[in-house]
């Protein structure tokens, strides 16, 4: 009996998906090993807050670093124990007081914020696997949240879009209340669908050799473990490659139906309107300015696409923009006011690692955003402005540029370019080789409670 061979796209979808999900789980692994306690000094605000974090049990502390008039810094030594650099005293976690030292008997006192703001579990129950309690950070809480207790209007859980919700929901019922479970099947496969849509698309744009280095490309970004990962990336950029490639294929009721899924997953989903009419205008009305019947016929459902996101604003009452300045602390501006506020906050010294790489991701990918505006197909060059700018209209007031090396993974006709100036060796290796071990490092922090994106 003949052996059953799947077609090149699928067979490099799947092995990538392979070989990253093994990586992830086995990396994942190996950082809860080596940092079994997460200890974080912390200024919340201007209050001076000692968090502790067991990243294998998941029990989390929070108390005052300010001991008898003193902001003391600590350092962990057990899951349960933590000394203090200015004196060595010892303090007992459980006890939540001094156990040794000049401190003995000393108590450890609430600090004004909880372990639910250093540790947002949005009171979604925590996993005991130990290979999915280490991915259950920020916004995965959020979207477990919705799909368990559904919106509030005053706790900034309108800013998230509800189909990915809306599918943990139903899946988690099906697997009898495993919600997190459910969340990460969905993500894992939307992205091996991003994997193989991704391939056919630059194969026929490009050639199958740009299609199998763009794979890799993407997968070896810094930030990538979020397609893996319990949030929107994967679901949001299957609907969106799914749309376009529709489209391009002239069946503007299926992009525009795929669209307004993007949408709903997504808030900038609304801006795929724009590449699709552009294609209309391209293919259906063959560049000219004119109505007919066809161009009527694909004009039409594409109004699908911010009809949806208009139904889910009057759902939530239009509370979007205040849990953007409420939960969020944001606000819109323009994007050289976002990224002068970036280039300030290294300047004045206050900024850490990530900040810098959110302003260097930036740069790289505004520029990439001319490239692809010169070298690949109009529409997609319309999509990765459009998806590259959008972000950038929102600004925190403790992080400009926030997440924007998260952002940026949506902009795959970037990759795709990549994928081609990849045949040269020194763009390869300047590609790979970065990228890896930045993927390892921003990983890392992700599971230990640090703010990647």
Known sequence: MRN?????????????????????????????????????????????????????????????????????????????????????????????????????????????????????????????????????????????????????????????????????RVFGTLFLGRDLFAAFLISNVAWVIVLYLMYRLTQQVLNEGAAKRALIYLALFPTAFFFLAAYTESLFLALALGSLCAARKNNFLLASVLSSFAALTRLQGVLLIAPLAYMVWEQVAGRKFQVSGNVIRALVPLALIPLATLSFLLYANLSLLASYEGELHARFVLPWENVWAAVSLILEGRAGIVDVFNLLITFLFGAMCVGVWKKMPRALAIYTVLMFLAPLFRMTTTQPLVSMMRYVLVLFPVFMLWGEWGKNSWINRAVIYPSFLLSMYFSAQFWLWGWVA
């Not at 974080?40 to 000692?50: D, I, S």
């Not at 696997?129 to 995965?140: A, E, K, L, S, Y």
């Open 4 to 168: 059953i061979q799947f077609p090149a796209p699928w067979r490099w979808a799947f092995n990538v998906f392979l070989v990253m999900r093994v990586f992830y789980s086995a990396w994942s692994l190996a950082v809860v090993l080596l940092v079994p306690t997460v200890l974080q000094n912390l200024n919340v605000f201007g209050v001076p807050v000692v968090a502790v974090f067991n990243t294998l049990g998941s029990q989390a502390y929070v108390f005052s670093r300010e001991v008898n008039g003193q902001v003391l810094t600590f350092e962990s030594t057990s899951s349960t124990r933590m000394v203090d650099t200015q004196t060595g005293s010892v303090w007992d976690l459980r006890h939540r007081r001094a156990v040794s030292g000049s401190f003995n008997g000393a108590p450890l006192k609430d600090a004004p914020y909880g372990e639910d703001d250093i540790f947002p579990y949005r009171g979604t129950r925590r996993s005991s696997n130990v290979f999915m309690t280490m991915w259950q950070r920020f916004d995965t809480n959020w979207f477990l949240s919705i799909a368990q207790r559904g919106y509030a209007s005053d706790d900034g859980s309108t800013v998230y879009m509800p189909l990915y919700p809306l599918l943990i």
